[in-house]
């Protein structure tokens, strides 16, 4: 048998992940083989070896992907909106949300994420990795936070770390309640008007613009 092409072999691991994603919305993580993945995809339990290590690095890759599109986005908004970081957040912000709604990819992998996945077992791992990500977003945030008030569109005094902390909370709130009862609201519809609440707090909230205390340090690692 000819060796698979290397668009083959890509296109045969972009349909393992594709399958698993589905599997693991379904039946959640830990109740998901990749003996079952295997089967449903119609490949070899060496053929899923050969694309990944264990179930937890197949998860990881899922949730790296779900990441890169965004990093993407975040390149062409930096173009399309230039020297304007605070439309560069709020686009971001409304696509997750917008996103989450109407792309199945993005909304199988949110649902496992909240509701799907217990990090456990061989999903231990994940879950640092996926702690390593919550850092590394929160820091991204708080220099985009930044990067507005340099550009005074957010005000000087404003809280940066505590600001990143009540947006991840707060988009990740909204998303995962929405899942849960996706009838009490129509997520795509009022994700514009969520992050423009956001903002606005941002702008207005005396709270969030007082100076620090010792109290407000970061903790210790």
């Not at 850092?135 to 985009?144: D, F, G, K, L, P």
């Not at 207005?204 to 613009?209: F, G, M, R, V, Y």
Request: aromatic share 8%; charged share 25%; proline share 4%.
């Amino acid at each position: 048998m000819a060796r698979k092409t290397k668009q083959q072999a890509l296109e045969t691991r972009q349909h393992i992940l594709d399958v698993a994603l589905r599997l693991f919305s379904q039946q959640g993580v830990s109740a998901t083989s990749l003996a079952e993945i295997a089967q449903a995809a119609g490949v070899t339990r060496g053929a899923i070896y050969w694309h990944f290590k264990n179930k937890s690095d197949l998860f990881s890759e899922i949730w790296a992907l779900s990441e890169s599109s965004i990093s993407d986005l975040e390149i062409e908004y930096r173009a399309k909106f230039p020297d304007d970081p605070l439309s560069v957040l709020r686009e971001l912000l409304i696509y997750v949300l917008e996103a989450t709604a109407a792309e199945e990819r993005r909304r199988l992998m949110m649902e496992i994420i909240f509701h799907k996945c217990e990090f456990v077992g061989e999903m231990a791992v994940a879950q640092q990795a996926q702690r390593n990500l919550c850092v590394a977003s929160n820091e991204r945030i708080e220099q985009t936070l930044n990067d507005c008030i340099e550009a005074g569109m957010l005000p000087a005094k404003l809280q940066t770390r505590r600001a990143a902390i009540l947006m991840r909370s707060y988009i990740s709130g909204i998303m995962e309640n929405w899942l849960f009862a996706p009838e009490t609201y129509d997520l795509k519809r009022e994700a514009r008007e969520f992050v423009d609440i956001l903002i606005e707090m941002y702008q207005l909230c005396p709270s969030l613009q007082r100076p620090f205390d010792e109290h407000d340090a970061a903790p210790e690692p």
